[in-house]
């Protein structure tokens, strides 16, 4: 009978995030030569894996056609060279895909049905606009389930400026300036570039080498991001310069059981503690990780005083404010997005959980006074995910003194 196992992240990396259309770095390079340059990055970095112990692989994608299609997992996995006797599959969960990897090939782990396995995902907006070629039951209008504009995540956001008068614009430009200016730090620091794996791209004017992500702003300022239009709404308060931007990119992850861990003297980095979705009004879906994170935290028995570190996804900056004024935390707090998040290095839908987690691992590297970190987002269509991870380096002596 199988054993309940340990669920360890051992490993993540990413492409460098590109620009969304024919100014991207990645527009003539193909959505799953991203992903298959990803795990290939990543096997290459833990050569101690023999590759034909990897027991699935699970890559998201929330547009699959065309070159995101064809069940990624599976062809991902013969193009970046693993035997032809690992299988593979592919997830949709729009903003939440590759997070659904890692908890859906994680609960395998955990049940005992796997030892090791690789979860990640890749979006090319550039060739796959969210919602691209989808065809919406016309009962959800006629019916009145949701909104004409509930697939619009802009006007999503918008309706959580009604709701919350408190989360002004002034606030939403603030945390967006800073998100900017912490990545710029973090790559000063030469925090972000350990996780990145190059990719060779053609443009019109030859090959180059994609190393750092594209969409970076650091020369944003308050009085800039005031003049930016409001695409969404007329006198609205979301921009382009609090929002996300479309975005390229792909991710992956290594996990493993706690005695594959040992047996192959892997380090892990993370492990997994609990993992919650959950549904909202598709119409404000952006307040989704409130219930996903409360349901997270009561099924490890935790609360939010006891998170050390949040990487939270900036799909809007207002998103992750009524997050925090949810649960009380200052937009300022230290704790939360240490290095910038998707506002300034983008948001490739499906591949965006696992960069959360590859930045959530590095910081609990630099912080054994942390014990617990969150990674959560929102979903379309009103949802939320959220995992809760506990560090390995957790030293009781560091917590005390800090």
Avoid at 26 to 34: E, G, H, I, K
Avoid at 149 to 177: Q, V, W, Y
Avoid at 283 to 305: C, F, H, N, Q
Wanted: hydrophobic fraction near 40%.
């Amino acid at each position: 009978m199988a054993e309940k196992n340990d669920v360890v992240f051992v490993d993540g990396v990413r492409t460098p995030f590109g620009r969304a259309g024919e100014k991207g770095q990645y527009w003539n390079t193909r959505a799953d030569d991203l992903v298959v340059k990803a795990m290939i990055g990543l096997l290459e970095r833990n050569p101690q894996v023999p590759k034909d112990r990897i027991d699935d692989v699970a890559i998201a994608a929330t547009t699959q056609q065309g070159d995101q299609g064809l069940t990624l997992g599976r062809t991902a996995a013969l193009l970046a060279g693993l035997p032809k006797s690992v299988p593979g599959f592919a997830i949709d969960r729009m903003c939440a895909g590759a997070m659904t990897s890692v908890t859906t090939l994680g609960s395998g782990v955990a049940f005992g049905a796997y030892d090791l396995v690789i979860a990640g995902g890749v979006e090319h907006m550039g060739r796959h606009p969210m919602g691209f070629g989808a065809d919406p039951n016309p009962r959800f209008l006629s019916e009145k389930m949701v909104a004409e504009d509930a697939l619009n995540m802009g006007m999503t956001a918008e309706r959580i400026h009604d709701r919350f008068p408190a989360l002004t614009k002034e606030r939403s430009d603030r945390f967006a300036m800073r998100s900017q200016h912490k990545l710029a730090a973090a790559y000063e620091a030469g925090k972000i570039q350990p996780d990145l794996v190059s990719v060779a791209i053609r443009s019109e004017s030859g090959w180059g080498l994609a190393t750092e992500d594209e969409g970076m702003r650091p020369q944003t300022t308050m009085e800039g991001l005031a003049t930016l239009k409001t695409p969404f709404r007329p006198h609205g308060r979301v921009t382009a310069g609090n929002s996300s931007p479309l975005t390229d990119g792909a991710t992956a992850s290594l996990l493993a059981s706690s005695d594959a861990v040992k047996e192959l003297g892997l380090a892990p980095k993370m492990r997994m503690v609990s993992f919650a979705f959950a549904g909202v009004e598709p119409e404000i879906m952006g307040l989704g990780p409130v219930p996903s994170t409360e349901k997270a935290l009561r099924k490890a028995g935790l609360t939010i005083d006891d998170i050390g570190l949040f990487e939270l996804n900036e799909a809007f900056a207002i998103q992750v404010l009524s997050f925090l004024d949810h649960f009380g935390i200052d937009d300022e707090d230290p704790r939360v997005n240490q290095w910038g998040g998707a506002i300034a290095i983008g948001h490739p839908l499906a591949a965006s959980g696992v960069r959360l987690m590859i930045q959530l691992a590095a910081q609990f590297a630099e912080h054994p006074e942390v014990r617990y970190g969150i990674t959560a987002m929102c979903v379309g269509l009103g949802q939320g995910g959220t995992v809760i991870w506990e560090n390995p380096n957790y030293d009781k002596r560091a917590a005390r003194k800090g």
